[in-house]
């Protein structure tokens, strides 16, 4: 006899092997993974480093089928000291460490990147400056699976499950760890008052072989991202940001749009209080609070869900939270900027 639990967490655990092979995690505080979105955005930075963390539980419910955590940390190089170079080029150097964690733990995907970028100055005028970034990136990635939590329905013995019957699925097991590689570039124009920057970049251009079923035909597609971010003083205490972002890898694609409003507290600029809201195409509209003191930023969101998984009886639950520290920071020209 078979029962539907099992047939229901099998199709489910396929499920989620299908969708992990379709993409890449993704934050909603998008602006606030930048190494996860472009690795030109390397050291492109408002201070000489910056470290980064953050914390993403999806669909809190009946279970928290999605966490995901990322640590990252970049910096920059050679400011003013490369040979026969312009002032104002430098160099940057960024690395991080990314875990997503499926079915409690059932599916297990571990990340690690090293970045490399050269951040040209392409022109200064008394109005704004420009500049060029270009950025490369090699990944190591890992995903598993933990069979022994999972129950199959040839284990099914009508008492119960029997762990140690065959599965029947032989095709079943874990991947090897595979390496792949990113490229991207971003224009910069900043004046005093204002900053932009747009950007465009690839992930896995080496689409390299990742599957759960032994099938030689199942690699890793290229995910390629758009964004652009735009942010402004409307006055000595009030700023304005807005940003966006388009990602595609195979079928699945998605954009998000938003904006925020920034007031600093006191006369001293020292602590900025921002509020905002972003729209996640066809998933979720995001409100987000976040509290900047000096060099560190905190940022928390939460996800309210437009899709049809709002219509469940337990409504799904998606909260974000994420950590910046910026170290040695240029006190002239500084935008509040979540990119930078």
């Given amino acids: 006899m078979k029962t539907t639990k099992c ?20 934050f909603s505080q998008f602006f606030s993974s930048p190494l996860n979105i472009n690795p030109a955005l390397t050291g492109n930075i408002n201070a000489d480093w910056r470290f980064i963390s953050n914390l993403k539980d999806q669909w809190i419910g009946p279970a928290s089928p999605y966490v995901t955590g990322t640590v990252s940390f970049d910096s920059k190089m050679m400011q003013n000291k490369i040979p026969n170079v312009a002032e104002g080029n ?11 964690y499926a ?28 500049r060029l970034a270009i950025g490369f990136g090699a990944i190591y990635g890992h995903r598993s699976i933990d069979f022994n939590r999972v129950d199959f329905e040839e284990q099914f013995t009508g008492f119960g499950f029997n762990k140690n019957l065959p599965t029947g699925e032989t095709a079943l097991s874990n991947m090897k760890g595979y390496v792949s590689a990113s490229a991207g570039l971003t224009y910069s124009a900043t004046s005093e008052k204002s900053n932009f920057d747009l950007g465009v970049a690839a992930f896995h251009l080496n689409r390299p072989k990742q599957t759960f079923l032994k099938d030689d035909k199942q690699f890793l597609p290229v995910r390629k991202v758009v ?15 807005t940003n966006g972002v388009y990602q595609f890898q195979a079928q699945a694609k998605y954009f998000s749009v938003g904006c925020a409003l920034g ?17 996640w195409s066809k998933n979720a509209l995001i409100p987000y609070f976040g509290l900047a003191y ?8 939460y996800d309210i869900t437009t899709s049809k998984l709002n219509q469940a009886a337990r409504k799904p639950n998606t909260w974000e939270i994420s950590l910046i520290l910026r170290g040695a920071r240029k006190a002239s020209g500084f935008i509040p900027c979540p990119w930078k």
Avoid: C
């Avoid at 430098?90 to 997503?100: A, F, K, Q, R, T």
């Avoid at 600093?264 to 602590?271: A, I, K, Q, R």
């Avoid at 000096?294 to 969101?301: I, L, N, R, Y």
């Fill in 7 to 26: 047939r229901i967490l099998l199709v489910f655990l396929l499920i989620v092997m299908k969708s992990v092979n379709a993409q890449d995690p993704s």
């Fill in 90 to 100: 430098y160099m940057g150097i960024g690395s991080m460490l990314m875990y997503d």
């Fill in 103 to 130: 079915m409690n733990g059932v599916v297990k995907s571990t990340y690690g990147s090293l970045n490399l970028s050269y951040n040209l100055k392409l022109s200064e005028t008394e109005y704004y400056t420009e």
């Fill in 227 to 241: 964004h652009a971010n735009f942010e402004t003083f409307i006055n000595e205490q009030l700023v304005f940001n």
């Fill in 263 to 279: 007031y600093y507290l006191g006369d001293e600029s020292e602590t900025l209080v921002t509020g905002g809201l972003w729209y």
């Fill in 294 to 301: 000096k060099d560190f930023q905190f940022g928390v969101s």
